[in-house]
């Protein structure tokens, strides 16, 4: 019983950690192709972190250190209570809730290993991250918290298995809409295009990493990894129905994953300002109103 | 009927005495004043409407012994129908203790040009408020910016002197 | 047993010894009131458990009621009695080191007279002695108001003395109007008879009783002269002024409208006319930058609050107004005694000019900060009893009326607590943090005994309110139950 | 190109990784940095080799400096070379870095760039074009594979020698010596 | 052991403080923090106890009650405890200042009063603790003078409104039922009328909601707060205004209990979802407020109004878990914000007084202690998995959304979210960026500010690792109430509608904390630089000020300050204004003029015979 815990969790970390690492790479490369540029070849964000493993590195002190190990662990553990087909190693512990939190030591930790770095163009992209997150944060608890509403659990195993007797939650109108404002948000969680503000090269230095060398932008990379596949199987699970073998569920997140990138190739970069404004605004009341529709229309379990 | 050079060319030479002016095309009205006089000619000019300061630049007359500033002014506001003027207010100075009074008062964005002219040429302007160096990181023994200045000089006792690391190495 | 008479003639025998004294020592004059007082005291005191089992009265000159003039020590008489002697005694105290003129003897006679008058008041039978001891107390009140003889003293000792002459003039009328109906002046004799003659012709000299007794009572807006009065006083007779002479006001209102008139239906009026005068005396005490018109505004808005107690006429009501009116003269007395104290170091009566007092004077301040509290309602201080049994009273009665009623009072506390707590504040924490030159320049030993000894009757009665709930029960019964007063004085 | 032999990244992951993974730092000097533009676009598409511009020097290993260096940049070019992380790869882009260019006789323009911090290639050519960059990068990746893209250890072994030469340039240097006298370089390694 | 012995040796211990100190300095301090350790050890051995005496009769006809069950026990420990840290805290903050005795005189008398407050058994002597607990703090509040006269006169000014308006609520209660004793109390509001019900309730949430700062009635609190001495917010902050959740929970369920509180009104207009919705909106507003705020204490304080949101959301909504919830986010508030005004004291003290987010920086290099105890006391606040914050946040999601009411839920997560980015400008701001020059020799705080804060910290870790142990004190009160307790185990809860197991948690990411850090240890290893060798395009870090602090959140600041100006405090402040020009106004009457004053006593006659004519009240 242990053992096949230990097995799946190695398994999953494995797993979402090579997608992850192949969604960079295919993003790379297929903003490339819409670029008309040949692109690097799909292997590059590896090649990447090899290199910068193999670099030499500059740490600021102990949380500069610290906060990466601290993100990344927060990353790490997200993966554990996400059903990745019916894998869920921790599915009874506390649930979406409890994803929901764990998603943000993430940010969170990167920002203190930021702050260490005592440099302003760090300070001011973590400010940006986190304002960011407190402006796609809004519409996702509303998305959350509708899909909660509607299912009436708290479990995300549980939201997959009520999927798999009544079809996917797209089906029904009051979710279709929530889900419609995820994918508006999926950029923003992901600091994608348009939200790329996070990082902003030109502009302030790629932000939170302007002090990050070698294995530190490494294990960011690698964070960075995680982050996509988790955003996008959280997805998956909630409104796609997840799946019942981890083949079928890569498929449908590699689907979500193109669309999402055909989608946001073409934008431009939103000032912070804008982007809340934004993400307040179409999400928010996307949500809100399939929240409403939940409330009028009573739980359908 | 007189263009607007022409009229400010008469004014010009109404209020003062020992200036020339001269109006070179419907564009351009040139004024050649001694440096005690610029100030108030500028405060002059400044006060008919031409109250942008483009540039102050300045010109080595190795032979003359002299530096010549030039003082470029154009106005803000044109009014529609008349010519857009530039007026160059030409002064000279000795090249031995350059100095002239700074024209801060009349037009502030005179600061880093002054600076500037300062450091190329080494022309001191009383009355600026800070005249340190702008562009220069090393210091130079004649104002780079000066005839007798030989950058060749300069570059192979300064730049050509300093060995390659390799040559150093070796010698050691 | 001790002849109740004493009381009064203690001190006003005293009161004319004393220039006498003079040719003794001249030191020895500053004495006298407080030996008086002291004796009073402990004469109240021995009274104090006779009183309990039955009321005392005393004929003077043998002649019985209701031909001759008659004392009655009953619990209410007593209570004020004691209260009058204690305040007084303790006061006397201040005096040694407040009063510095040379020529004392005036101040000291006129004190003497005053409390005279104050104790005769609370015990006659009477009611024309009652009104002649009701003068004395006015009168050398007026003398004793001017007696810095500074501009705004006389200035104001003339207004009172206006307002008081219509006053008494009024209750003349009053009592001669009902000489007239019943031919006699003892008041249990009018008091058994008072039914028997048509209402309108007993309302006019209640009505000019009332406003009368008012004047002194501080009763808006009859009020006028109080705040001029007690803050261009010597700080020991404000303390007098506002801790006994309104209450005295206050008694006779009482005497009058329970026993002598037993009219509960003006209680309805007295009612709203308390929270009015609580109202206002609190809202002038609000934004007032003189200490001292701040407290005598906060001493009407306490008068407010006794009348309202007294005017519920229920048991518990009466009982809730005389301990308020016993907190009230504890607090009040204290609070004028500790500031006049500053004011006398400070030199001015700007609150702003406290400032530091904390430091500079830290005993003084601290009793300030009690009284202060006291009188705000915060337990564990005497105030807080009195609030207590006094809103307990007012929403037994379970009418919509009264919890109007209540909040007015409530709102009128939190007032009251806002400019109290604004000079505690400034004496503690307003200012420079430590001034060179400030040392501390701790009171005198013959302030701060008189204080300190309020500081422990508040303490101690807020602590432990039975202490003098028994009296104030069997007072309440007393004025509660005319029959029974009737009863005792005319077997 | 050898990307894609498995064996290769098995034998020796970390120089394959500095080959294919340049994350460049574009120095802008001067006229040069209008050639970087095309070289990353559409057009030319530098990211086929693995080379991307990055923001700061930390997260960069190659030094592109494009253009005449004049004094005062070169401060800041050392102070960007000595905060990227090694092992680090400077090339010099125009003929400007190289021997002064057409500035060869300028009053503030430093001519020859190695005196001062070590370069691994030259790009000549006033200007050079986008291809030459390409050439440059295959280049420098033969250096790599024989281990003579080694600037920084030259750097290292010779920090003194530079660190005199840049003095006598800019004058006394704010910053403290990168690597102290009391430490070799092989003992760098170590430190922290 | 008697009850009445803990109140004796809190208030004599506070009296005997202020006289020891005049003998002795060092006596003082050990005396202060003996006592309140004291208090706290006594108060341990009641645990699991229950226990009822009489220990006043004096005091009119009330007998005043002292009792303790699990409750009390529960409120009063933690009271006990964090009031006995932020005295040790104190020994080296207040050395500086002046007037030393009387400062541990009233921090020991709020204590003690506190305590006295949640022993008593009856609703009269919880008002007479209630109101010397109430002036004790006015008189601390105003210690550090300053802007902390304003503050410590706002904060007496509610707090008598309160008072007044319970007082009045108690002797109605008395008036009613002939009785202040909560067990007799108990129920009796059953057969009650509900206008009677909620008139009560309204005078009573006017003063516990004073206390507890629930949002209309929270003016007094940030200004308090942020201008008492450091130690003594942490007692205001962690259990002062605690004490008007111990309030609020004995009236709804003790007093009134629960069944008639759950069918008071209808739907949404019931009491309970007033309340849980006040409740809300308190988690919202001062969030958003304190997101503004640039001097640390003050954003502590609107912090701690909006936690106290939360503790009222969960005890209002009035399932077991949310009221379970709501006890337990009390205790952990009590922890982390006592940890966290300590933290800013730390600082406070280390730097002479700077307080102001925008002047400081670095200090993690100089104080590192005290940057953990803040780490830490941040995740708390956030909730983060694995310290206490987050189960007590949990449940009360939980229940939110299961019983279908997602609005409310969705107040407490924003909530949440609003507390990560004004929690992590506490800490940026403070410890992290670049180290000023002038801080460059800063020395660590002092032992005695460290051992209070390490242990706070060590709390929040253990408490959240093993929410079991103040969850089964929890569950045991909750019986009481007659709510379902909730099913628990040491490390979680489980239930049909979601569980949690925190060993689970904290193994995986203990473990997989350890791989990455195997993973990057393993790797090569990075050499340390100080703070100048930062990348600033070139050239060299200023020394000054190259540090982002002000205006940290420059954006968002500029969106929503508009809307969020407090126009509560502008209107209480212009009520102040009004009643000031009404005193003005009405002082008029006393024109100075004998002749009005003589023609007022004719007039009142006139009216008094007037009456008489009217309404024959003869």
Redesign the interface.
Known sequence: MVMTTILEIIFIILLAGIIGLFFLGLSRKIMARIHWRYGPPITQPLIDIIKLFNQTSMSHGFLFNFGIIFSLAGSVVVLLFLPFGRICPLSDSGGLLVILYLMLIAPLGLALSGGEAANPYTSIGISRKLLLAFGYELPLLLILLTVMTHYNTISIVEIVNKQFQAGWSFQHLSLLLPGIAYILILPAILGFRPFELIQAPQEISSGPMAEYSGKFLALTTIQHAFNIFISISLFTNLFLGGAANPGYFFLKILAVFVIFLFANAVFPRFRIEQAIKYLWRWPSILAFAGLIIVLITGKNF | MKNTGQLLKEKLLLSFEDIQAEVSDEHRLTVNCRKDTVITVLSFLNNSGYDHLALISCVDWIKDNVLELVYILTAYAEDKGKAKMNILVKTRITREKPGLHTVIPVFENAEPYERELHELYGIHFMGHPRLTPLFLEREYKIPPFRKDFDTRKYVQEVFDQIPFVEDKKAEK | MVNPILLIVIPLGLAFVVPLFRFISKKIEKFIPFFALLANLIISLTLFPHVLEKPIHVSIGGFLPPLGINLVAGPLGILFAMLIALVGFLVSIYAFAYIKEKDQEKYHILYLLLLTGATGVVLTGDIFNLFVFFEILCISSYSLVAYFGDKPGIESA??YL??GA??SS?VLIGIGLLYGQFGTLNMADIASNIHSVH??S???P???L??GF??EAAIF??N??L??AHSSAPSSISAILSGIAIEVGLYAIVRVVFTLFG?S??L??LLFLGVITLL?GE?????QENIKRMLAYSSIGQIGLIVFALSIGSLSGINGGLFQLVSHTLSKALLFLAAGYMIFRSGSMNISSFEGMGKKMPYTSFAFTIGA?SI?G???FIG??G???I??AA??E?DILF?IL??LI?LA???E??YF??V??TI???GE??TPGQEREIAPLSVLIPVFIFVGLIVVIG????LI?EILESSASELLNRADYIKNILP | MDRNNLGKWLKSPGKMGQKYSLHALYFCTGCGIIEIPPSITTRWDAERFGVIPVATPRQANLFLITGYVSVKTLRYIIRSYEQMPEPKFTVGFGSCPINGGMYWDSYNTIKHLDKYIPVDGWIAGCMPRPEAVFVAVTHLWTLIDKGMADGYNKYRANYQYYRENQEKILGKLEWPPLFSKNIKHEEYRTIA | MNLSIILAIAFGGALLTYFSGKISKKARDVLAVLISLVIAVILAFFYNTSSREIFYT???DFPLILRIDTFSWFFAFTIAVIGSFSIIFSLSYIRKK?NTDYYYTMMLLVIASMIGIILSGDLVSF??FW??M??ST??LI??N?GP??AA??KY??MS??GS??M??GI??L??HYGTVIYTELSGLLYNASSGYTIFIFVLFFIALGIKNAIWPLHVWLPPAHSEAPSPFSAVLSGTLIKIGTYGIILLIYVIVKINVFLNLGEGIVSARYIIAVTGAITILIPTFIALLQDDAKRLLAWSTIAQAGYIILGIAYGTSESVASGMFHFFNHAIFKALLFMVVGAVEYRTNGVRDLNSLGGLIKKMPVTFVGGLIGICGLIGVPLTNGFVSKWLIYKTLIINNSPFLAFAALLGTWGTILYSYKLLHNMFLGQLPEKYEKLERAPFSMQLPIVILSLAIILFGILPGLPLKVINSIESGFGLEPLTINIWGITSDTGTINMLNLFVAVFLIGIMIWLIFKGSKKSAGIGQYDNYAAGTTVPKNKYHYSVDFYGPLHRMISPYLRDFIDDFYMSL?RS??N???G??R??T?D?G???I??M???AL??F??IKWK??
């Open positions: 003339v207004k206006i307002q219509v006053g009024l209402s309108i007993v309302f006019i209640l009505v000019l009332i406003t008012g004047v807006p009859l006028a002269w705040p001029d009219a239906s003006i309805t009026f206002i809202l002038c005490a609000f934004n509290f705000v915060l337990p564990p807080f009893p609030k207590f049994m809103l307990k929403l037994f379970q919890t209540v909040f409530l506390t939190i007032i607590g806002a707590f604004r505690v504040q503690y924490f307003k943090k430590s602590i432990y309110p039975k709930t | 004096g005091f009119l002046g008002y007479i109101e010397i109430s002036w006015f008189l105003s210690y003078r902390a006269i410590g006169i007496i000014i008598v409104t007044v308006a007082l009045v002797i109605s008395y008036s102040a009643i000031k009404l005193g003005n009405i002082r009457i006393y100075g004998v009005y004053y003589a007022y006593i007039l009142f006659l008094l015979i009456i008489q009240l003869w």
